[in-house]
């Protein structure tokens, strides 16, 4: 027999009818029950039929579940003589918070039928849709305690509510256009249509407009018009960094990206993430959107209000855009904004009309962002339709924790017992904003999820504002090295518990040493982790502002290459135009006098000076910018010499690999060839493919030593889906078994899983 435990978006959804449904037609005996958190069945039968059946739970699951981990477990058989839905029991201190859902095509029918007495209502939802967590003031769920308490229910919606054949039967934010909240337009009279219609007419005329939605505020314009994307770029003070679109439907969605067929069930799920696609040749969205970028993140109406921005059934319908930006309005650092007064404060100098309206946002929630990569997802901001979903542990863990999360791309997390619950994405903690964003919103998920934390694991970096708040709380504080939380929370995701090496590729992280590492080969498991090997180490000069300046980097390596001599580092330094003579002299005197220098093994800046010296990208404005666009040149290289299969730099290796991957003889090789006049687009290949190789001879080095053949990827710089492919094949290739991340982000965002991971190990192990 087995036990099969489902988690994801399973309640509210027709779950356990379908299980019995599918029970049935396999001949399963057993149960099928609702936890709280997750969905628990019992299944007997023979072989092929219970195999049949987990199959079918994967593949024909209602359309509006999402299975976020499907756990099974081999039990002995008890004597079941019929299949049964047994009714809810929610186990004691397993808390179910739904993650919001996008609005239902029931609900968006209704939206848009004249006869409907929700026609064209902004907040129209279900039970099986409409916002969820981002509602939330307290548990239970009752409508009370959801910000939809201020708006008694009219009798209509009244007696669906509590009619059990309805679909907005216990529905909590249940409205209508008599009793729901309003939408308005800040700073004017206008009200519900009128507000809408305005706001429309703004888009047409290629003004900037700012929209409540369900998470927050978004800043929106005509995406295919280059003049006001432009407009919005300089308000924003963003020359680069590409903008999310929203399109009207999947229609004028594969107008603009080609959408592969596992890309079209996460575009249409309730979760409704930004998915990056690649864009159409003759996309009509506007250059300017996403510069140089052969990829469009994009995403359908999530939110009704949504919908009716593109469609209002009136005049201005053909005149509107099918393609919108839909960017998180904040200003640069900060939390993105969701109430009024934070729009008027940090909107009003962008958007020159903002629609809001008076349901609250209790708890702030961005788009999710994410890639396909083997078919999956692959994860690069956990947020709206995921948070506050659990990972589920299968270990015995008692305890309570707070996993505060890393600085860049915070996130925390909360664990009770074996159930782990990632928070929605806050921000980087640089901003003081962010850090209060943190603290309110530790605060609030701490008593929606009943959790009391026994003690808080944070990042032991001195300087990071994380540290200093989980300083504050008085609880016994567990630090965690950045790096191995990074590999404990690919660990997490995979529900492997036992011991891996770990490749963690990063930015940034301090290491025990007090250097800044980032390109480690470490093994690890629950309670420890060991620092096996490492690309050999360089010189930063010039403090925080190298992660962004990559050609100092470039310089560095020139630096060490020429012994010193000035003379020959500024002549290569003019002939690949890298840095003026001021920028020059400036790395110079910091290298020369050792000020303002660290001692670091970060893969990612790394990239940065790879980038640098192919003349791709000396700067970035926006974080890892420089090693994207060294991503986009090998993908550029590779798609147009399929063929291609000159290997490595350096195929007659005899050298034995000693724990150093040789990090400097492929910058060297780099910059030599780069002199020569070669392609960049295939050297940027070339940089990937030498990485991979000194990766494949540590982890081949390391087994040896330890006999451990399970390799987990993560860290920053595998969002780089060409070197994660390329590593993953290798390794493969070559015996490892491979984990890799997918609905935890690889990135900073994901660390605090790996945090509480170690931080509950820790309390189950004294
Ligand atoms: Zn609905
Ligand atoms: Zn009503």
Redesign the pocket.
């Known amino acids: 027999m087995l036990n099969i435990k489902v988690c994801g978006i399973v309640q509210g959804v027709g779950f356990r009818p379908f299980v019995a449904r599918l029970a049935d037609e396999f001949g399963i005996m057993g149960t099928v029950a609702n936890k709280g958190s997750y969905v628990e069945i019992f299944a007997m039968g023979d072989e092929v039929a219970l195999k049949n059946f987990t199959e079918g739970l994967k593949m024909h699951a209602p359309k509006r579940s999402a299975i976020i981990s499907l756990d099974i477990l081999k039990v002995p058989d008890k004597d079941y003589s019929e299949f049964s839905i047994i009714e809810s029991e929610r186990e004691e201190g397993k808390i179910f918070v739904s993650p919001d859902i996008a609005v239902c095509e029931d609900c968006k029918r209704e939206l848009f039928d004249k006869n409907n ?1 929700r026609y064209l209502h902004p907040f129209i939802n279900c039970t099986a849709c409409g916002p969820r967590l981002t509602i939330l003031d307290a548990m239970p769920y009752d409508r009370e305690r959801t910000s939809m308490g201020e708006f008694p ?6 007696k669906e509510y509590f009619a059990p054949e309805d679909r907005r039967y216990d529905a909590q934010p ?7 909240p309003e939408v308005y337009i800040l700073g004017s009279n206008l009200k519900g249509k009128e507000a809408i219609k305005a706001v429309r007419r703004a888009i047409i005329r290629g003004e900037i407009v700012a929209i409540k939605g369900i998470g927050g505020f978004h800043l929106s314009c005509d995406a295919t018009n280059e003049e006001a994307v432009a407009k919005l770029r300089k308000r924003k003070s963003r020359p680069v960094k590409p903008f999310a679109l929203m399109a009207k439907d999947m229609d004028a969605l594969s107008k603009i990206v080609k959408i592969p067929d596992e890309a079209k069930d996460i575009i249409e799920s309730p979760q409704k993430p930004i998915l990056l696609l690649p864009r159409k040749d003759n996309s009509p969205v506007a250059k300017n959107v996403a510069i140089d970028n052969p990829n469009l993140g994009v995403m359908l109406p999530y939110a009704p209000i949504q919908s009716l921005i593109f469609r209002l059934d009136d005049e201005d319908d053909a005149l509107m855009p099918e393609i919108l930006i839909m960017t998180s309005g904040n200003p640069s650092g900060a939390p993105i904004c969701h109430t009024d007064e934070e729009a008027k404060e940090s909107l009003s100098s962008i958007a020159d009309v903002i629609l809001s309206h008076n349901r609250r946002i209790r708890l702030r929630a961005d788009d999710s962002v994410m890639g396909i990569l083997n078919n999956a997802p692959y994860m690069i901001r956990r947020s709206r339709g995921y948070a506050p979903l659990p990972v589920m542990m299968n270990i015995d863990f008692k305890g309570e924790v707070l996993a505060i999360g890393g600085e860049l791309k915070n996130s925390f997390c909360l664990a009770k017992n074996e159930l782990f619950y990632p928070s929605p994405f806050i921000g980087d903690m640089t901003d003081l904003r962010s850090v209060i964003a943190l603290k309110d919103s530790v605060n609030l998920m701490e008593s929606l999820l009943e959790i009391r934390p026994e003690i808080v694991a944070a990042d032991p970096h001195p300087l990071y504002n994380t540290s200093a708040v989980a300083k504050e709380l008085g609880l016994p504080v567990f630090f965690v090295q950045h790096h191995y939380a990074h590999i404990l929370s690919c660990m997490a995701e995979n529900h492997e518990y036992g011991e891996v090496l770990g490749l963690a590729f990063d930015g940034t992280g301090y290491g025990e040493d007090g250097a800044i590492w980032g390109g480690e080969l470490l093994r690890v498991n629950a309670t420890s982790y060991e620092r096996f090997a490492h690309i050999e180490p360089f010189v930063l000069a010039g403090g925080d502002k190298v992660s962004r300046e990559g050609y100092r980097i470039a310089i560095q390596f020139l630096y060490e290459e020429f012994e010193g001599d000035e003379e020959k580092v500024f002549e290569t330094v003019k002939k690949l135009d890298l840095a003026t003579k001021e920028e020059f002299s400036a790395v110079m005197f910091m290298l020369n006098n050792n000020i303002n220098t660290a001692i670091s093994t970060s893969a990612g800046r790394l990239f940065d000076g790879a980038s640098a010296i192919l003349g791709i990208r000396k700067c970035s404005t926006f974080e890892g910018e420089a090693a994207i666009y060294l991503e986009f040149a090998a993908e550029k290289f590779l798609a147009e010499n399929p063929e291609f299969t000159e290997d490595m730099f350096f195929p007659n290796n005899s050298e034995s690999f000693n724990g150093i991957m040789r990090t400097k003889r492929i910058m060297r090789e780099l910059l030599k060839r780069r002199l020569n006049g070669e392609n960049p687009n295939k050297l940027a290949y070339f940089f990937h493919k030498a990485l991979v190789f000194e990766m494949l001879q540590s982890a081949l080095w390391a087994k040896e030593k330890t006999n451990i053949k399970k390799i987990a990827l993560s860290g920053g710089v595998f969002q780089n889906q060409l070197l994660t492919t390329l590593t993953k094949k290798a390794l493969e290739n070559n015996g490892f078994h491979v984990l890799t991340h997918s609905l935890i982000p690889p990135n900073d965002g994901g660390i605090a899983l790996g945090q509480a991971f170690a931080a509950m190990a820790y309390l189950n192990k004294k």
């Not at 249940?174 to 729901?180: F, S, T």
């Open positions: 007495r229910m009219c009798d209509k919606c009244e249940v409205c209508c256009n008599d009793c729901g």
